[in-house]
């Protein structure tokens, strides 16, 4: 039987003064009562409780059992509380890894994070690669695109989209494409994490997919390296929305074959575990969904007109 809820039986039994008293306040039959404190004896080879028929009285081992149990089930009522307490309020370090060029839309969340929660503190990482969010000890991640282990719990925030853009100097040496099969000859700068590798995906005018396998001289986990070789003039770029608008809105930039849309990725929070979520995880992914929601221009290119 339960060793636990046998000490607890104990307890009751010698607070009540007998067995059918203590079967009453824990809602169990006298049986069971009789069950549990049977077996605590036969587990410490000593008996107890004396037992008449009238009362139960403790024996000398039972009350040195008594008084030990006693403060073994109060601080396990308070560790209980505790555990509650760190359960309702969002408290401790909250550890996060994020991609780069994502940091200045979550900078002002985890700023208004931290304001509403007083007794958390931030660990965050920022960078490219595809980390082990178990092994290495993270919270969450908030990346851009979806992760590799099936495993793990995604949260989808908010959708984007790429946009294909270049130079107006490199249109003047190398010519438009006039449809995706035409990057095949042109110099496209690569992110080294796009989930289809070299095969750029795009959606038709008709909704179609249409895919094209694209090859140039750079390839790196840097969306801002990509940025500025393209700004350079160096190639085309199928750059996040988020990275490059600002230069297209400022006309740094062009957008490329508007009529085909590249297709949808989405921001996503990505954590271990759904089941006994902390108070600070939940916490802070219910603040990026509420906030990516409200903000979903930043990601979407067609809600700028300049683009």
Not at 233 to 245: E, K, M, N
């Amino acid at each position: 039987m339960d060793r636990l809820t046998s000490l607890t039986v104990f307890n009751r039994v010698v607070e009540c003064g007998g067995f059918s008293a203590a079967a009453r306040r824990l809602n169990m039959s006298v049986a069971m009562v009789s069950n549990h404190i049977q077996a605590l004896e036969d587990r410490l080879g000593a008996r107890l409780l004396n037992r008449t028929t009238r009362k139960v009285s403790l024996t000398e081992i039972g009350k040195a059992y008594y008084e030990r149990s006693i403060q073994i089930l109060s601080d396990l009522e308070e560790a209980d509380s505790i555990a509650t307490a760190l359960t309702s309020t969002a408290r401790g370090t909250l550890k996060v890894y994020t991609s780069t060029h994502i940091v200045r839309f979550l900078s002002p969340i985890m700023s208004e994070y931290l304001s509403q929660n007083p007794a958390v503190s931030l660990d965050l990482t920022i960078g490219e690669r595809m980390i082990d969010i178990v092994e290495d000890g993270y919270d969450l991640a908030i990346r851009t695109v979806p992760p590799p282990d099936s495993s793990l719990i995604v949260r989808r925030l908010t959708p984007w989209r790429h946009i294909l853009c270049c130079t107006l100097a490199y249109l003047e040496h190398h010519g438009a494409p006039a449809e995706p099969a035409d990057l095949a000859q042109h110099n496209c700068l690569r992110y080294v994490f796009y989930p289809f590798g070299e095969e750029w995906r795009f959606e038709g005018p008709d909704g179609k997919p249409i895919s094209v396998r694209i090859g140039g001289n750079v390839v790196t986990n840097s969306a801002e390296t990509l940025r500025f070789l393209t700004l350079d003039g160096q190639g085309i770029f199928l750059a996040p929305s988020f990275v490059v608008a600002d230069d297209i809105a400022d006309g740094r930039l062009v957008r490329l074959l508007p009529a085909y849309q590249p297709v949808e990725f989405a921001i996503n929070a990505i954590y271990p575990h759904r089941h006994h979520l902390s108070t600070k995880v939940r916490s802070f992914i219910d603040l990026l969904a509420e906030r990516f929601a409200e903000h979903r221009k930043w990601m979407d290119p067609t809600l700028a007109k300049a683009l």
